[in-house]
């Protein structure tokens, strides 16, 4: 009842269901991130987006033509055809991506 007068999207995901706002997608909401990112101050000097679905490629490829000039690193879960630039083999390795990322340079 509390969703039924709001036009709302019903997608099948892997091993999930999602129920989101119609016309919001993960395009869209790069998108506004993106825009929102050009508004401010400091340049986006790096940009990495992982995913491992067919809604993310719209995503990559989107991001390689906005993101051509800055380190850009797209990757796609699991060995497919992909807008991404990169593989991963499971979600293990992009957490260990993203704990690289978080460790302090080495002097």
């Known amino acids: 009842?509390?969703?039924?007068?709001r036009p709302l999207n019903i997608v099948n995901a892997n091993k999930a269901v999602e129920v989101?706002?119609?016309?919001?997608?993960?395009?869209?909401?790069v998108r506004a991130i993106v825009a929102e990112l050009a508004g401010t101050a400091t340049?986006?000097?790096?940009?990495?987006?992982?995913?491992?679905?067919?809604a993310d490629e719209p995503v990559f490829a989107y991001l390689a033509q906005e993101f051509?000039?800055?380190?850009l690193f797209t990757a796609t879960v699991g060995r497919k055809p992909t807008a991404a630039r990169y593989y991963v083999q499971d979600v293990d390795a992009v957490l260990s991506v993203l704990g690289k990322l978080t460790e302090p340079p080495a002097n």
């Open 43 to 54: 340049p986006v000097d790096f940009c990495l987006a992982a995913g491992d679905g067919r």
């Open 1 to 5: 009842r509390v969703l039924a007068h």
């Open 20 to 29: 989101r706002p119609a016309r919001v997608d993960k395009p869209a909401a």
């Open 68 to 71: 051509a000039h800055v380190a």
